[in-house]
């Protein structure tokens, strides 16, 4: 199996960083690309006599910022030797990461896990669990120590 193509998910933490830090030395090794990717979700609050669904302007702010938080990500490693593409969507993280995946033919996803149990896990749930449950690739989580 060769592996050319990449796709990393990163939501900008420790964790994410770790996974990217792998991914870089594996596509290096491989002389594969990688494509850094960041997802997020416009909020929706719902009430009992309606929802709020967010402005234009913040829509906008907020792509914005997770486009320039990407691409700042993707030039700090500049120098690592690696072919690095920043990609943005909005989306449900798990389920946009395999239909990039799918889009880009990647041979691998790389993804951070934080390692949360008990009532944290059951809150907040798991990305990286949701997309190794749901994958047609292979996945390789990073956790950071």
């Known amino acids: ?10 939501d900008f933490s420790d964790t994410s960083e770790a996974a990217l830090e792998y991914a870089i030395d594996l596509a290096r090794t491989l002389g594969a690309k990688i494509t850094l990717v960041h997802l997020y979700e416009l909020p929706v609050y719902t009430f009992p006599s309606g929802a709020m669904v967010a402005t234009a302007e913040f829509a906008t702010q907020l792509m914005t910022g997770a486009q320039e938080a990407t691409e700042a990500e993707c030039a700090k490693h500049a120098k690592d030797g690696v072919d690095i593409t920043p990609l943005v969507r909005e989306g ?25 149990r008990g009532i944290t896990h059951a809150l907040l749930g798991s990305v990286a669990e949701k997309i190794i ?11 950071k120590r």
């Not at 449950?133 to 956790?143: H, S, W």
């Open 1 to 10: 199996m060769e592996l050319k193509r990449i796709l990393v998910a990163t």
């Open 92 to 116: 449900t993280a798990w389920e946009e990461i395999h239909k990039i995946a799918d889009e880009l033919g990647s041979d691998l996803i790389v993804i951070g896990t934080h390692g949360r």
């Open 133 to 143: 449950r749901t994958a047609t690739r292979p996945v390789l989580t990073i956790r």
